[in-house]
């Protein structure tokens, strides 16, 4: 069956250091992959889209990688501040279809002072 | 611009009643969705539109109706609402036309009793 893992569930990480979080699928061909950022109470808001033929995409403190024969993404950011601290989710467009996402679990990220 | 907006923020159910939720966008965006979301799941797709008058089953449809009457509106319906039907539901909006990125509402957290 089609599965999206967002490896952790929950990421402790010092204030400065990079965090790294994983977004792992299976029986998917995925022509784009985002991230989004959501905080308690609030909706998910949009962060970066990577395409299939991209490795990699840059915004700021913010680095996505997409390996599809590994099928996995990598979302870091560099120089983590507290304010960074927020669930982060991974999310698959089908290339038919290409409206629709589907979503993994989330990683819920604290950077602490 | 007010983005994305869901009424009612709150709303507790009786088992059976009926009820509506509102979106609105004010982004002039052609496809908007409705998703749930519950603790350990991630957010599910439950109905979507790609243009005014016309609505498509997501993932978990069941239980729910769907209209879009107006191009910035986009309504959801429980007919007769059941326990398994709490959540928190967003709404999101995308422009379509090779623009994926979805701009989401600030949820709506429905509670059935």
């Known amino acids: 069956s089609q599965k999206i893992e967002q490896n952790s569930e929950a990421l402790n990480i010092q204030e400065g250091k990079t965090a790294t979080l994983t977004c792992n699928y299976t029986?998917?061909?995925?022509?784009?992959l985002q991230w989004y950022r959501q905080d308690p109470g609030r909706g998910p808001v949009f962060l970066l889209l990577i395409r299939e033929n991209e490795k990699e995409k840059r915004k700021e403190r913010l680095k996505v990688t997409f390996d599809t024969t590994l099928k996995q993404s990598l979302f870091h950011i560099t120089a983590s501040q507290p304010a960074d601290s927020a669930t982060y989710l991974c999310?698959?467009?089908?290339?038919?279809?290409?409206?629709?996402?589907?979503f993994g679990q989330g990683t819920r990220l604290t950077i602490n002072p | 611009n007010a983005g994305v907006t869901q009424t009612p923020k709150f709303r507790v159910l009786k088992t059976g009643q009926s009820m509506t939720l509102l979106c609105a966008q004010d982004m002039n965006h052609e496809y908007m969705y409705w998703y749930r979301q519950d603790p350990g799941m991630g957010l599910r797709l439950i109905h979507y539109?790609?243009?005014?008058?016309?609505?498509a089953k997501g993932e978990v449809p069941d239980g729910y109706n769907v209209s879009r009457l107006k191009k910035q509106n986009f309504l959801l319906g429980l007919e007769s609402a059941a326990p398994s039907q709490t959540s928190v539901y967003f709404c999101?909006?995308?422009?379509?036309?090779?623009?994926?990125?979805?701009?989401f509402g600030p949820g709506t957290r429905l509670t059935v009793t």
């Open positions: 999101a909006s995308s422009y379509g036309s090779g623009r994926y990125e979805q701009y």
């Open positions: 539109s790609v243009g005014e008058g016309t609505t």
């Open positions: 999310a698959l467009n089908r290339l038919q279809g290409a409206q629709k996402l589907v």
């Open positions: 029986n998917y061909s995925p022509a784009y």
